[in-house]
């Protein structure tokens, strides 16, 4: 797929001499989005890590925008366009709110200004430190931070965990905000109902492997899926509506 | 009671002075040794062999005290940055031990090269007339060149809080050391940061080795000497802290002088001692990162 922004073919990894991902493949266009769902375990992460070069690579090819990068240093992925917000966020505890953005900022429409303007929270601590802020404000700073890198494919690592409800619903709407700019993500989260809410495309992943690879819409008309990978319980774990 | 006064005064003024110079030398180590985790015991070598160039820049080009500094400064880096290359490459990331042994290693060369070059004989840079003689006042009598140690060491000192604390590169240092993975994942070039910081800071050692010749002379074995008392001040300070290296190394050189005064015979035991004391209270350092 010539014009597909993200394509990853066959990629195995792992840590030490433990497969935890095997045969993935998939692509994403520009400006599209992808929610990666299933069990604790399965390797969700492992595949937001591989992307990143924060596993032991065993095979296969990735490329964003045709350029490969498999081979590539994590710090030259972000240059090329990868912007990460982990899981257990990572902000730098000794550096202020500002610092943590403008250590990462890369040329293009993202600055320092934009997001404290998208996150007024943040605006209001800008001189605090790393570890002087909320886990809110410290996952807000996360998405804030990787979008500082101006990346081309945003990866955000479980960005709702162990939130406050009004925190998730902010979180939330400033996803689907980017979403609606174009911003093109691959969103890990337990919360199946609004990972399928803001990504249109979606794969499932089982013991490492893609056991479903399709629209969001798709695994919401007939959830027999998430039953039986991502451990649902039925319809009535999903809303009538998710679409984003 | 005012030569009691004006003694203690003199010594706290020397051991700040002695204190300023074990900062200059110490303030890369926290750095190599508390983030990147590379046991560098060659880190005295290159104060040393920053000492040694500008004794050549004195001897054989006929430089000045202060303008033998950059000449020093600059070659140690050059040394450093290449050492770092070729050199330290292959240590980071293998056991510590594999570490002690090839810094170590790297230490007896220096040691019997700078032995085969500049003879076993202890030197000491001369000091320019401006910089000779005292301040006397009140009863106390200090050193002017000891005035000009402490002036210059804290302005570098000011220096290096700045570039730390106020630029771009001392965030993107400061984002490394807290968390060397996630700021590689925020695009920072952490293995170029290194190389940079641990190049600067035997630059710093080299300048520490230039200016401290009157207290720590110049002689082929200075490299292992001083290497505990530099060890000393990074492990009390607290581990990657240059604040916790400038505090211990101030403290630390107001105890050895004052501790060589009240017991001559016991050599730097006092202050052993006391870094003992403060290491049992404090085992990860008075200013350990969190």
């Given at each position: 797929m010539a014009d597909a922004l993200l394509q990853v073919e066959g990629v195995r990894a792992g840590y030490g001499d433990a497969v935890?991902?095997?045969d993935i493949g998939f692509s994403l266009n520009e400006g599209e989005s992808l929610a990666v769902l299933g069990r604790?375990?399965?390797g969700k992460t492992t595949l937001i890590l591989t992307l990143m070069g924060q596993t032991r690579f065993m095979g296969g090819r990735m490329s964003l925008r045709g350029k490969r990068f498999e081979r590539l240093p994590t710090n030259a992925r972000v240059a090329l366009g990868l912007g990460w917000a982990p899981q257990e966020r990572?902000?730098?505890?000794?550096?202020?709110v500002e610092e943590n953005l403008s250590v990462a900022a890369r040329p293009g429409p993202w600055n320092a200004k934009r997001l404290l303007d998208m996150f007024p929270a943040l605006a209001a601590r800008r001189?605090?430190?790393?570890?002087?802020?909320s886990g809110g404000e410290q996952q807000m700073l996360a998405i804030a931070r990787a979008l500082m890198t101006n990346p081309a494919l945003l990866l955000l690592d479980e960005?709702?965990?162990?939130?406050?409800p009004i925190i998730v619903e902010e979180l939330t709407a400033t996803i689907r905000r980017l979403a609606g700019e174009g911003v093109g993500f691959i969103l890990v989260e337990q919360h199946t109902q609004l990972a399928l809410g803001l990504a249109r495309q979606a794969i499932i992943l089982e013991r490492g492997r893609i056991v479903f690879q399709g629209t969001s819409q798709a695994l919401v008309d007939d959830p027999s899926m998430l039953v039986r990978?991502?451990?649902?319980?039925?319809?009535?774990?999903?809303?009538?509506s998710v679409s984003a | 009671m005012g030569d009691f006064l004006s003694t203690w005064l003199a010594l706290t003024f020397n051991g700040i002075a002695f204190g300023m110079i074990l900062f200059l030398i110490s303030s890369g180590l926290t750095v190599t040794l508390?983030?990147?985790?590379l046991v560098n015991l060659s880190h005295c070598g290159f104060a040393m062999i920053g000492g040694y160039i500008a004794m050549a820049a004195v001897d054989y080009?006929?430089?000045?005290l202060l303008a033998s500094i950059p000449v020093a400064l600059l070659g140690t880096m050059v040394i450093a940055a290449i050492i770092e290359r070729t050199l330290f490459q292959w240590t980071y990331g293998i056991t510590e031990l594999g570490q002690i042994l090839m810094t170590f290693g790297l230490t007896l060369v220096m040691v019997a090269l700078c032995n085969i070059i500049f003879g076993p004989l202890l030197h000491a840079l001369p000091v320019p007339n401006w910089l000779t003689g005292n301040f006397q006042g009140g009863g106390i009598v200090i050193s002017v060149y000891r005035c000009f140690l402490i002036v210059i060491s804290g302005l570098i000192a000011v220096g290096i809080w700045y570039v730390v604390e106020r630029t771009d590169f001392g965030a993107r240092l400061r984002a490394s050391v807290d968390n060397p993975r996630m700021a590689r994942c925020a695009g920072i070039n952490v293995r170029q940061i290194f190389s940079l910081t641990f190049t600067v800071g035997c630059g710093l050692a080299a300048v520490g080795g230039v200016l401290g010749t009157q207290m720590l002379p110049l002689e082929p074995f200075y490299a292992l000497d001083y290497l505990i008392l530099t060890l000393i001040v990074v492990a009390t300070g607290g581990l990657g802290s240059l604040k916790g290296s400038f505090c211990a190394a101030l403290l630390i050189g107001v105890i050895d002088t004052w501790g060589r005064y009240i017991l001559?015979?016991?050599?730097?035991f006092v202050m052993y001692a006391i870094v003992l004391v403060v290491l049992l209270a404090r085992p990860q350092g008075l200013f350990a990162r969190a």
């Open positions: 935890v991902i095997d604790n375990g399965v990572g902000i730098f505890a000794s550096l202020t001189g605090n430190f790393g570890n002087q802020l960005p709702l965990e162990g939130l406050a990978f991502v451990g649902l319980r039925g319809e009535r774990d999903l809303a009538p | 508390g983030v990147m985790r080009l006929g430089f000045g001559p015979a016991g050599g730097g």
